[in-house]
């Protein structure tokens, strides 16, 4: 009988523990590289070049405004002609997917980590992680939240200062807190 890593469960979304070595030492690496990303100047191809270093998978034509702030970097994928604004948060203990002409507004913070919901067991320590994937030719206003375990649909608007706290179909505009389909466009 083999037993999973703290790293396989955290990935399969199971309950698993932080403070392993092994996730500490992959956070302290990308928070390094995340750091040295946040003082480039703004030169394009070294932007990009750190950005291939930090993230799981990156289309062409990506930026990312500093600054700029992951867990780990080595789970999230961006398609091509990806934007996110000033100040924005990926918490990747599980994969972030976004495709391809995705634009984030400044601020945006999108969660896969999580904690479990009884506070018996959330106090022991054990926290998860769970899937975000946003399709193709989505715009997420600024100072939005996304929750973790959720699909964004291909084409869909999200407006500023929405909190996405279940998944939002494709070729909608949708908004507010807790986020909901205002029309289908």
């Not at 191809?45 to 405004?65: F, H, P, V, W």
């Not at 080595?74 to 990926?90: K, T």
């Amino acid at each position: 009988m083999s037993t999973k890593t703290e790293y396989q469960k955290m990935v399969a979304g199971e309950l698993y523990d932080a403070g392993d070595a092994e996730l500490v030492e992959m956070r302290t690496r990308a928070r390094e590289m995340v750091q040295s990303y946040n003082q480039t100047g703004y030169d394009r191809q070294e932007r990009t070049r750190a950005l291939q270093k930090i993230l799981r998978k990156t289309g062409s034509n990506i930026d990312i405004q500093t600054p700029f702030y992951c867990d780990y970097g080595c789970h999230i994928s961006v398609g091509n002609n990806f934007f996110a604004n000033f100040n924005c948060v990926f918490l990747d203990c599980n994969y972030i997917q976004m495709g391809d002409n995705v634009f984030l507004g400044p601020n945006v913070q999108v969660y896969a980590a999580t904690h479990p919901l009884v506070a018996a067991e959330r106090i022991k320590g054990p926290e998860l992680a769970l899937p975000v994937i946003i399709g193709d030719n989505v715009w997420i206003g600024g100072g939005s939240i996304i929750c973790p375990g959720l699909t964004i649909g291909n084409n869909t608007t999200i407006g500023a200062g929405s909190v996405v706290v279940k998944s939002i179909p494709p070729d909608v505009l949708a908004a507010g807190n807790p986020c909901r389909i205002i029309k289908t466009l």
